[in-house]
């Protein structure tokens, strides 16, 4: 993953060893396959813990198909999410969008956790090709309601993070 997304205004903030337990799940769909992960924060962030974060995971490798490989990505995320005592629903989408400027689809949608802290939510929007599968998310201020929620925008920023972290080809 880059030190950097979003043509540098956000930065990297954790990390973390990135699970290959996930690629390991998905081996019936990536062969080679290799997890990554970063989370990344605004680079004019006031503090370590101010601000918006932006988490990317994928699993990199010869994607068979890039249809089934997502979906099953999609579940083994949401799966990690669900722990005893929280509850995830999807509240919004999902709605594959085409961003302005970009002829890839990607899979957004918001989802909402509930535990005994209270309620939050959360986009994400995830894409598969032929070498990846990934899945972008965002912590967002959930006192807002989630149909405020600019799914576009988020999309065309996924595109964005897509871009910035895809393998260049070979020529």
């Not at 995971?57 to 068979?64: E, K, Q």
């Not at 990846?132 to 799914?151: I, K």
């Not at 988020?154 to 897509?162: H, L």
Request: hydrophobic share 35%.
């Amino acid at each position: 993953m880059p030190a950097a997304v979003l043509k540098g205004t956000f930065t990297e903030s954790d990390h973390s060893e990135p699970d290959q337990n996930i690629a390991s799940q998905l081996s019936g769909q990536i062969e080679d396959g290799v997890t990554a992960f970063a989370a990344y924060q605004p680079a004019e962030r006031k503090s370590e813990t101010s601000g918006p974060v932006l988490a990317v995971t994928g699993v990199h490798g010869t994607v068979l198909n890039p249809v089934t490989a997502r979906a099953e990505f999609r579940e083994i995320l949401d799966r990690r999410s669900e722990v005893p005592d929280r509850r995830t629903t999807v509240i919004i989408g999902p709605r594959t969008i085409i961003p302005r400027g970009s002829s890839e689809p990607v899979s957004c949608r918001i989802v909402r956790h509930e535990d005994e802290f209270g309620t939050t939510w959360g986009p994400n929007c995830s894409w598969a090709d032929g070498s990846a599968v990934a899945d972008v998310s965002q912590a967002v201020n959930s006192s807002r309601p989630p149909a405020e929620f600019d799914l576009e925008a988020f999309a065309a920023k996924t595109a964005s993070i897509r871009k910035e972290v895809r393998a260049p080809t070979a020529p």
